[in-house]
């Protein structure tokens, strides 16, 4: 039964099982971002003093072509480097994700960002903040392939090699203490059939196979493998049946120190918990049953219904939580439910 100050899940939520991708992308960006010093935005100079002549790790999304993003080139003349396509569509092949080579040029993508300041002083293309670069990447067979990105963007693409190489370590250290660990599964939580392709899971083709999790209920881990930027993992469910989960890319923004035991078991795990909440047994209900209630804490919220897309001030310190365009959740200074809006579906 369902009090008059609660709501169930109903059809609405649905839409919330593609926002962890979503929210993983945001943070790929927010945390490459942050790797600027505080007070400061990254420059040319300061994106070259990091990765020109620098040995780097190349990945990220496949499609019919190649390698998103990664489009070969060859040298023109010194420093200059062209498609080897006039139609700008020879993408790298697929085959080249994990590969190391190194960065053999970084410039300005639009020279015409150049000119004078107000004191009539020559902009180096060095001063440049946040530039929209070119970045090209030699191979040890020769090839050579140029990519364009932002200093909050560039993460997406490639890592460098010693950071890629500790990032490999610390998760083959972490997937053995996996095997056999308790996990929970939350709202924001995907899990697919067991049969669902690499594809699938990581969003690059859209899948019906996505399940609804059993939001606190304890699933055991069977199996943890390292895939392409990510771990897969096949859980068992309560009901005895097996399901897939997928870490997201750990490649994005490795740490420059290596991770500790447990940071990287939760890094792995980030779309479950690795121990149940600490929640009021009310919350843990409404959670389980995928409802909300007033006075429910934010946390109990997003792990009955997930992230939302957008936050908004509502005044005296509260926020409004935009999950829908047709739901819409308040919460007070305190980060509790005050109210919520559930807009006429039709």
Known sequence: MVEQNEIKQRGWPGTMRILPLFISALAIVHSAAQSAPAGRSETLGSIKHTYLDQRVVVY??????GLLGWQRVKRVVEGYYAPTSPSGSDYLPESYVGKSGKVVLIRLADVGVLGTNAMGETISPDEIANPYFKLVVEFDDGVLAQTTAYPNTLSGSLVLAEQYQRLQQDISK??????????????????YQPNSTFQEITGLEISTKLLDPPRLQPIQVLDAKYVRDGVVLKLKLPDGSAALSYSGNLLAHPSTAPASEDEM?????????LEMPRLTE???????????FKGMSKDALYD??????????WGSGGKQLVFTSKFLV???????IVDWQELDRN
């Not at 990220?60 to 072509?65: E, F, I």
């Open 330 to 336: 308040y919460l007070g200074s305190d980060d509790k």
């Open 304 to 313: 009955a219904l997930g992230f939302p897309k957008t936050e908004n001030d």
């Open 174 to 191: 972490a997937l053995p203490q996996l095997i056999g660990k308790t996990v929970y599964a939350v709202g924001y939580s995907q899990l």
């Open 265 to 273: 078991l939760k890094t792995i795990c980030r779309y479950l918990v």
């Open 60 to 65: 990220g999304s496949a499609g019919l072509g």
């Open 282 to 292: 009310k919350e843990i209900d409404a959670v389980r049953r995928g409802a909300i």
